[in-house]
């Protein structure tokens, strides 16, 4: 089968390798699917440029942990009506030195998620992470019915898909940051009722001209955390929570305890990864009835040949795109 695979960590045009490599067989419990698109992911490009001294997990990764196509073989202990189903993958390179890279994978079947009809294959391999991530972030602690829900980050892979869960979740009000237009436009696609540039004015002070000075947020999905965990915690009503991915700029944050504490806050640290696999099976489930009622919009940025995907790690680096830098396999 074709693939592409890396077996040193370094800059994408330096490390990644096309070729032809074995065309992997399922175990008991395992999946074969035949890739029809993969998907690339921040947490790819970290692994593959060695971030923060990572080493090589295997001596030969094909990468990408998310993608969509169709199931070809089951291993034993697996229904075989499974074959011809199309599905959306998730994880396919967690703990294992082979991800969706390539023309086929092999996964556990739980990370093989059937893919509604009305979804495409490009939409479903939008999936995944970030869709299973911000889930966890808008539903890990609790009904957001009537709350009012900031999300730093709107236009992100992340934040575009939370907007859409806290929304369609009951949230009374979702505020949404931006840094510019172009972000802006997705976040108000994706359903923002409020859209804020960082970059124009403190994120507090536009928070307090929407809401009142009395008033406040309830739930923060958190890109930032670091960064953003001051103004954060000044915006939080009390027991308001604080949910973060990620906090690559400032990636040791120093915690202000007293003001976290006179406020009863939580701080939730998801990494989709490593949560509970009842939350990973809650959120596909969810996942796929929006997909199924025909609710949930997805940002697809640009669809590239296989051959172009270390084109697409540089550009998941400079960080420009806006929406899912995606492969075709087949």
């Known amino acids: 089968m074709k693939a592409c695979w890396y077996e040193r960590t370094g800059a994408p045009r330096d490390v990644l390798t096309l070729g032809e490599m074995p065309t992997p067989e399922p175990g008991p419990g395992e999946v074969r699917v ?42 034993v202990e697996v229904d075989p009506r499974r074959v011809g189903e199309r599905v959306w993958i998730y994880m396919a390179q967690r703990g294992r030195p082979f991800g969706t890279a390539a023309e086929f994978t092999v996964v556990p079947q739980a990370r093989a998620v059937p893919l509604p009809d009305r979804a495409s294959f490009e939409e479903g391999a939008c999936l995944g992470i970030p869709a299973m991530t911000a889930h966890r972030a808008v539903h890990a602690d609790g009904d957001i019915a009537g709350k009012v829900v900031l999300v730093q980050g709107g236009a992100g892979a992340v934040g575009f898909y939370a907007i859409q869960l806290a929304k369609l979740g009951g949230a009374r009000t979702v505020i949404a940051t931006v840094s510019r237009d172009e972000q802006a436009t997705k976040a108000k696609l994706a359903g923002a009722d409020h859209v804020v540039n960082y970059r124009s004015a403190a994120v507090p002070d536009q928070v307090a001209a929407l809401l009142g000075a009395e008033s406040g947020v309830d739930r923060v999905v958190e890109v930032a955390f670091g960064k953003n965990l001051e103004d954060d915690v000044a915006m939080l009503r009390a027991s308001g929570v604080i949910a973060s991915y990620s906090s690559d700029e400032v990636p040791e944050p120093k915690i202000p305890f007293a003001a976290m504490l006179m406020k009863d806050l939580t701080a ?24 199924e ?32 830098l995606l492969m075709r396999v087949s």
């Open 293 to 324: 009622a025909g609710k949930l919009e997805h940002q697809i940025a640009e669809v590239l040949a296989f051959e172009q995907i270390a084109l697409a790690h540089q550009r998941m680096e400079e960080g420009r795109t806006i929406g899912k």
């Open 268 to 291: 939730r640290f998801i990494l989709i990864y490593e949560v509970p696999d009842a939350a990973r099976h809650d959120a596909a489930r969810d996942i796929n009835r929006l997909i």
């Open 34 to 75: 035949k890739l029809a698109v993969t998907a690339v992911n921040p947490s790819d490009t970290k692994a593959r440029s060695g971030w923060r001294g990572r080493g090589m997990a295997f001596p030969r990764i094909v990468p990408h942990q998310d993608g969509a196509g169709v199931v070809d073989r089951v291993g």
